[in-house]
């Protein structure tokens, strides 16, 4: 007994209903849903310790991510909304010697430019004796703690929100990766 042929338009017939039931059954492509979730007085604790002080530019990008998307329309926030703290306490606190302020003249201007809006900077003092400054070495906008690490306590028991300024090497570009 011989196999039955089927006439090549009936596969042809068979093959476009199947293509078109697929393609009904996969959704649309649709784009990423933008969320505005409703942000309201944030405290937040940003524990800069860093390897290197040339890094402290990149560290911060986290308080940038921070502030900036909250004080922008929808939430259009004030400084006296947020809480934010920075409490530096590894190599970068030599940025904040005024000594050396024409070598991160950079770091320096957008430190002060958050602290004008409100975001506290707070230095080590035992790191700050470790590395031979005194208050008076350092900005106007600093506030010299006990200890980085009983601070980091304190205000996470105050309900503040430890945010670690993680800063990696960076390998590659944004356009050779994306």
Not at 66 to 77: C, W
Request: proline content about 6%; charged content about 20%; overall charge neutral.
């Amino acid at each position: 007994m011989r196999p039955t042929r089927i006439p090549l338009l009936f596969r042809c017939l068979c093959t476009v209903l199947l293509l078109t039931g697929t393609l009904q059954a996969v959704p649309a492509l649709a784009q990423a849903k933008v969320v505005q979730t409703p942000y309201k007085n944030p405290k937040a604790l940003v524990d800069i310790f860093l390897d290197d002080p040339r890094k402290m530019s990149s560290a911060l990008y986290w308080v940038r991510s921070l502030v900036n998307p909250l004080t922008e329309a929808p939430y259009s926030m004030f400084a006296e909304d947020m809480h934010i703290i920075v409490l530096v306490h590894g190599t970068e606190i030599v940025t904040l010697a005024k000594k050396n302020e024409e070598r991160y003249q950079e770091v320096v201007q957008r430190m002060r430019y958050y602290a004008e809006m409100g975001v506290k900077f707070k230095v080590c003092g035992l790191a700050m004796k470790d590395y031979g400054y005194s208050p008076d070495d350092l900005y106007d906008f600093v506030e010299v703690t006990p200890s980085a690490i009983t601070e980091l306590m304190h205000w996470q028991n105050q309900g503040y929100a430890l945010i670690p300024a993680i800063v990696q090497d960076k390998k590659f570009s944004i356009e050779q990766i994306r």
